[in-house]
């Protein structure tokens, strides 16, 4: 019974987690700010290429963005894809995985603007996931946005 | 042990209902019109721009229209995100969001035709997950894509 | 309580798979051949129209070969969708079904390079979930294609 229970548990923590990596992309393209904030700890990180948050009222502040706005009302689709979630062995913190592509409305139709490596730390704070740093690297070639994926992913396999 | 079986209950019914809109995709991009329309209740509508169906019938016949078989005999993938779904507290209705691209193949290669806010609400019908209603806008900068996105994903976060 | 064990084990060896493909995009962008060929059996085989691979280290050659880390260091996303998974009744072999993008970084930016269908045969071998046949086609309008989908999509609805 406590052995259901575990894995039970596990499922559900992991499950949290993919949930809130799901709903990344459909909060910020609604331009739902606070909900998107919501996401991360209080102090938690979010480091996109030439774009540092390092706190959930900085990535509150960026949906808000002129910049963001712009993108949003014109037409674009960050697609986040599924998501491979590890959490560690104490249950309390995870790292998770995904890749991702931003999609934008433009004059001539739409366009693939970005492919990126997403790399995801979570604690379990005050009884719920948050995100504690998320690092967001475009798969332009760079070797960081491949070591970002493969840290991510280490141990998946076998 | 009830309280186990309810917990498993729920990611079952969350599963199920992730894997019919997984499936959605494969099924209309490989044609299969019956299975396609299966997903849906009898009076199930599914209201994408220019192309309102109010009916089980009326999907089967939208794959078997010439224009989706002209679309699949050149080549497309209805591509769908990971979808953020969140059963109702009785247990027998639920509301999920996805995004979505459309990629086809044209002259040129592949590209994106559109880029999508896709909502959905099932009912448990007979034994069974079946959509009530799917509601799809292109993020083209409408406010009504970012509604669905909203509406779909409002208490996700905390 | 045995009833709840096969309800929790068959989705533990669901979400097994899952994630299994949900890394194979991170691990072969990553360009980690090892782990990319630890998700195949040892006689495993990919079949990706122009390139047959008939073994576990066949996937590690890939990975390492020059066309493929031309790939990786011009800038390349394996963007694999969500998969649907059926594991058959004795428990120990399943099929799986997602589509695919692949996105590449080219002189003019990112471009969507093909989209697939996918089709996954696994056997549970030495207690962990294994590849032993992945089939994949260009949804470019061939027939085959299609079939894959509808080949591993079967028996979904309903």
New interface residues.
Partial sequence: ?AE??R??SR??D??AI??????Y???V????AE??G??WAVDGSYDVEGWPMRSRADVVAMVGSDPHQGL?????????????VTVTVDGDSAVA???S?L?R?RDD?????????NHFRFQRIDG?WQIVARTTR?????VEA??L??A???G???
Avoid at 109 to 117: D, E, K, L, N, S
């Fill in positions: 019974m259901l229970e894995r039970l499922i559900e992991e499950r993919e949930r809130m990596i799901a709903s992309g459909p909060l393209d609604a331009g739902v909900a998107t919501d996401l949003i009302t014109r037409g674009c689709c960050h697609f986040l894809g599924p998501s491979v995985v995904c890749e592509i999609v409305n139709g739409f366009t693939v603007a970005r492919a990126g490596a719920r475009a798969l332009n070639g760079q491949r070591d994926l493969a991510g992913i280490r998946v396999a076998r």
